[in-house]
């Protein structure tokens, strides 16, 4: 037998696992998208805000700028001074305490070389590195004083390398000169062309403990040497001209001390030529000011300084405000650096959503500019009935059926004879025993006659026509109601799609002209910027519509915060005026009564408390029989599909 083995899938995607779902995505861009937004702009918005579960780049940002304010009050850049200082102070007390009661001339000669010391800290621990001291707890203070400054030292160059050298004795520290040269000698092998992984891995074998962070491989480990070092320069240029001079004399005399000068200026030049376009200055970031008081050591503080030097650049990409900003540019690494793997899994969460969105079909890139698709729209209006119907009370209206035997709708259950010029589907089992009780067996095949076809029953509804009328006008954008009309108009195109197929919908909308809207237009719709509500023109096309369907039963909705104050002329040019003329008044008027005269029930909803226009709609309601609705922006979706639903029941029984 042909041998198996199983494990983890690596040929790309896996292709079990369940489709990304961005409905949620679709459903949060509409929002925007109705309230005017463009759908790239709307993205935008949606990557800040984040989805649920998800945090948005705004939550990320908040994170980062929290952080940076921890770093500057964790304490002081110049603590090393402060401590180094202090440790130097303690041991010339205990030598001149030591020196004090003793009246020979040697005591004085030794006062008077330590009342000669230098004033700067690194100038009087050069001198003292081969003063021989009487006091055995001076030389203790002065060792420990080394040590701390060797083990600072090195850690601003190798992160968490005091941790792994436990003594800095001269054993200690040829073990690190010894890294350090292979280090070296191993980038410039890789200059060469002559490095190889397996010579990675034998070096982190023998020197890893110098390198908490445990790089994957040389490139890694110079990004991170190479960072540090930027960090320990960037450090240096945030202190005062005197304070700058005194640690960078200090961490010279240290890696004398320790032997290691030659051997760190070698790797920093290999550094240098491999990565030159590195901010080796420390130019590109900032003075850090630190507003702790706790004095940090000088590992700490490169450490802190590092740290907000990537969060400044995490930060800037995250804002994502300069020209072709792109998610992309979020460095992962730095995300997890600073915010911990669920910030990466969330930024990861985020670069999906644009992706997946274009891949399932709910957004299109048209020449570089995003476009949302007809699947897209279609959403939109199933989620905004959800949310109509979710408000509606329980036990609501049903499908309002017409029980007749017709050619559309629901199954009864029931058969009977099938008639020519029927479209109902056929019923086979009741056909074929027709025909078996006509007198076929069960051993012969059985042959069909035209009397034996039975076809099923359904129930046939009543089909409408519906009308809605929405206005366009300026001021329904400056009454914060124009999202609310259009997810209205897409709740209602879902709800005749999805229950009521056989009805015909005509969205229309009218401000100085009238034109018709198709579902696809309405969410990236918006308002017109001119002068005039004509209601007259939007009338004269719904009049149309109907006169094409007299089969069907007429359902006329408006929805407009104004009166008409506009109309259209014998030559097709629209008429504006203010107040509205009695031309206006009456041509709108006399649509109203064929509307009328068609059977076709005018509902109107008002959007503004008006004192002409309650006038005019109650005219309205008065020759026609409809009714006027005064409805919030927030309730109109449910007003509106209510009243249809009403309608449809109304004419169908």
């Known amino acids: ?376 729209v279609r959403r939109l209006g199933d989620t905004a009935l959800r949310k109509v119907f979710a408000k509606l009370a329980e036990g609501g209206h049903g499908d309002h059926d017409q029980h007749d035997v017709g050619q559309v709708g629901e199954l009864t259950g029931a058969t009977r004879q099938w008639r020519f010029g029927d479209e109902q589907p056929i019923d086979a089992a009741a056909t074929v025993r027709n025909a078996l009780l006509r007198g076929g067996t069960w051993r012969t095949a059985v042959k069909l006659s035209v009397s034996d076809f039975e076809v099923a029953e359904t129930e046939r509804r009543a089909c409408a026509a519906v009308c809605l009328l929405v206005d366009l006008s300026y001021s329904m954008a400056l009454r914060g109601t124009w999202s609310a009309a259009k997810q209205t108009a897409l709740a209602l195109y879902s709800l005749v799609r999805t229950r009521f197929p056989q009805d015909a919908l005509q969205v229309i909308g009218f401000s100085n002209y009238a034109r018709e809207l198709k579902e696809t237009d309405l969410a990236g719709l918006g308002w017109d910027m001119v002068q005039g509500t004509n209601l007259h023109h939007a009338l004269v096309l719904a009049g149309r519509f109907l006169d094409r369907r007299p089969e069907h039963n007429p359902v006329v909705l408006v929805i407009t915060d104004g009166e008409p104050t506009a109309h259209l002329r014998r030559d097709g040019r629209s008429w504006f005026d203010w107040p509205p003329s009695p031309e206006t008044l009456e041509l709108t008027m006399a649509e109203v009564d064929k509307m009328t005269r068609r059977q076709a029930t005018m509902n109107i909803f008002m959007l503004a408390d008006d004192e002409r226009l309650t006038s005019f709609v109650d005219e309205v309601a008065k020759r026609n029989g409809g009714r006027v609705l005064r409805a919030m922006p927030d309730s109109l979706g449910e007003y509106v599909v209510s009243d249809f639903l009403r309608s449809r029941r109304a004419r169908g029984r």
């Open 1 to 376: 037998m042909t041998p198996y083995r199983y494990g983890p899938f690596d040929g790309g995607p896996d292709p079990l696992e369940p489709p990304y779902d961005v409905r949620g995505a679709v459903d949060a861009l509409g929002d925007s998208i109705l309230s005017g937004e463009d759908p790239a702009s709307a993205l935008r918005d949606l990557i800040k805000r984040g989805l649920a579960g998800r945090r948005g780049l705004d939550d990320l940002l908040r994170q980062v700028r929290e952080r940076q304010r921890e770093l500057r009050r964790s304490g002081r850049l110049d603590g090393i001074l402060d401590q180094a200082r202090a440790l130097l102070d303690t041991a010339i007390g205990q030598e001149r305490a030591e020196l004090f009661p003793d009246p020979g001339d040697d005591a004085r000669m030794r006062e008077a070389e330590l009342d000669s010391l230098p004033a700067d800290t690194a100038g009087a621990i050069r001198q003292l590195s081969g003063y021989q001291w009487r006091s055995q707890a001076a030389a203790q203070t002065f060792e420990r004083l080394r040590e701390l400054l060797r083990k600072e030292v090195l850690d601003s160059q190798f992160r968490g390398i005091k941790d792994a050298v436990s003594d800095s004795n001269s054993e200690a520290m040829g073990r690190v000169k010894d890294m350090m040269a292979a280090l070296t000698d191993m980038i410039e092998a890789d200059a060469r062309g002559e490095h190889a992984q397996a010579d990675f891995d034998a070096f982190m074998e023998q020197y890893g403990e110098f390198f908490p962070e445990q790089p994957q491989n040389l490139e890694e480990l110079v990004d991170s040497l190479v960072r540090r070092m930027s960090a320990a320069q960037r450090l240096l240029n945030s202190l005062t001209e005197e304070q700058r001079d005194e640690l960078a004399g200090l961490m010279a005399q240290t890696f004398d001390d320790a032997g290691l000068a030659q051997e760190m200026a070698r790797l920093a030049a290999a550094l240098r030529e491999r990565r030159p376009d590195a901010d080796w200055e420390g130019l590109s970031g900032r003075r850090e000011q630190m507003s702790g008081s706790e004095p940090l050591g000088l590992g700490d503080a490169t450490t802190a300084v590092s740290e907000l030097a990537d969060l400044a650049e995490l930060e800037e990409s995250l804002r994502q405000d300069y020209p072709g900003a792109m998610l992309d540019d979020v460095d992962e690494e730095a995300v997890r650096r600073a915010l911990g793997r669920q910030a990466v899994d969330d930024m990861e969460a985020l670069k999906r959503i644009e992706r997946e969105l274009e891949r399932q079909g709910y957004l299109t890139n048209n020449e570089g500019k995003l476009e949302l698709t007809p699947k897209a």
